[in-house]
């Protein structure tokens, strides 16, 4: 296929672009290059002929509608999106116009160029999301594809937002659209402000390790990778209309993933004096933060085969390897704006 990844320069969906180039597929990689997306996460596979880069803002729709009919894409898959949380308590307006306006206009350009193409069958339009739509759980039981949405956050709420538009625009115009909702990705490229690399990098430079509240929130860990796969099948092989949980069973609390994210920098660089455990500190807590999520993924393993290739402990492994050998890579990061101060302060 021909694929236009939007968001294809940040984290998850650069390894969706690795992925798909590395399959075969033509890629179309769409991305505005904020802060967080990077040509380099992209760098291997920039000079494959089947691979082509278009710097544009999906809040820009004539811009979009430009790509479309300049590469005729046969699917888009939607993953251009503001997406940390803590920034979306500073600063909402950003998530509103690009999760929201953005995927509109990303609908729109799609409905166009579809019509426009004779309202092709085998056209795909798939929308990426999150678990935090579904709100927070207690100790018991599962997001399913039908929990009710409940969202905390201006982040989740802006997500929510535009999955709402996605499946209005599948009844209502019959775009044949396709919906991922995953848990928590982590992985190579992973922005240095989320949680994983914050605590690899704080750790390294030995500086205090960040955990909020007692670290008792849960989370359901999905490697990037496997996620990238889930996603590519999804995208070629999912029901139009039908939307797919994406988790790996792999619920932590925070501080056990902190504990051992610290055990293996123990193992593999040690500190000279103590263990990387004495540098976590724990601090006030996020405004609105959800205490678990943990995702049932029954669906798309049934319907349509995928199953995740490592436990977290595995992907954790190979985790703190890439970012001990990718130093060129991160450090540049670590000197932008946000990176090394706290968000999400409401006071």
């Not at 320069?9 to 969706?16: N, Q, T």
């Not at 929510?160 to 990705?185: E, I, K, M, Q």
């Not at 999804?234 to 055990?263: F, M, Q, W």
């Not at 995928?306 to 402990?313: A, F, L, R």
Request: a negative charge; glycine letters at 10%; one cysteine or more.
């Amino acid at each position: 296929m021909k694929i236009l990844v939007t968001g294809g320069a940040g984290f998850i969906g650069s390894a969706v672009v690795r992925l798909a180039v590395a399959r075969g597929h033509e890629v179309v990689n769409l991305d505005a290059l904020t802060y967080a997306g990077r040509r380099e996460n992209v760098a291997s596979v920039a000079d494959d002929p089947r691979h082509v880069f278009e710097q544009v803002d999906i809040r820009d729709r004539a811009e979009l509608t430009r790509v479309f009919d300049q590469h005729q894409p046969d699917a888009v898959m939607h993953l251009a999106a503001e997406s940390h949380v803590d920034r979306s308590i500073d600063g909402p307006g950003d998530f509103i116009e690009t999760n929201i306006t953005g995927t509109y206009n990303m609908l729109e350009a799609a409905r166009a160029y579809w019509a426009g193409k004779g309202r092709p069958e085998a056209f795909r339009f798939h929308h990426i999301s999150t678990d935090e739509v579904y709100g927070s759980l207690g100790e018991e039981g599962l997001f399913t594809e039908g929990t009710p949405y409940d969202p905390r956050s201006p982040y989740s709420a802006s997500k929510a937002s535009s999955d709402h538009l996605v499946r209005a625009w599948f009844h209502t115009y019959g775009l044949p659209v396709v919906l991922t909702n995953c848990s928590n990705n982590y992985g190579p490229y992973h922005f240095p402000e989320k949680l994983i690399p914050k605590v690899i990098l704080n750790a390294l430079h030995g500086k205090a390790i960040p955990v909020y509240g007692q670290g008792l929130n849960v989370r359901d860990w999905l490697y990037v990778e496997d996620h990238a796969d889930a996603l590519l099948l999804a995208v070629e092989k999912g029901v139009p209309g039908r939307s797919y949980n994406v988790g790996g069973h792999n619920e932590r609390r925070n501080i056990d993933l902190v504990h051992t994210i610290c055990d293996l920098l123990d193992a593999k660089r040690p500190r000279t004096q103590g263990s990387y455990r004495d540098l976590i500190t724990f601090v006030e807590d996020r405004p609105g933060h959800d205490a678990r999520y943990a995702i049932d993924p029954e669906r798309i393993m049934g319907e349509l085969g995928w199953t995740p290739s490592v436990t977290v402990e595995q992907g954790l492994d190979k985790t703190v390897d890439w970012y001990l050998e990718n130093a060129d890579w991160w450090q540049p990061l670590l000197e932008l704006e946000g990176v090394g101060t706290r968000l999400g302060k409401t006071g």
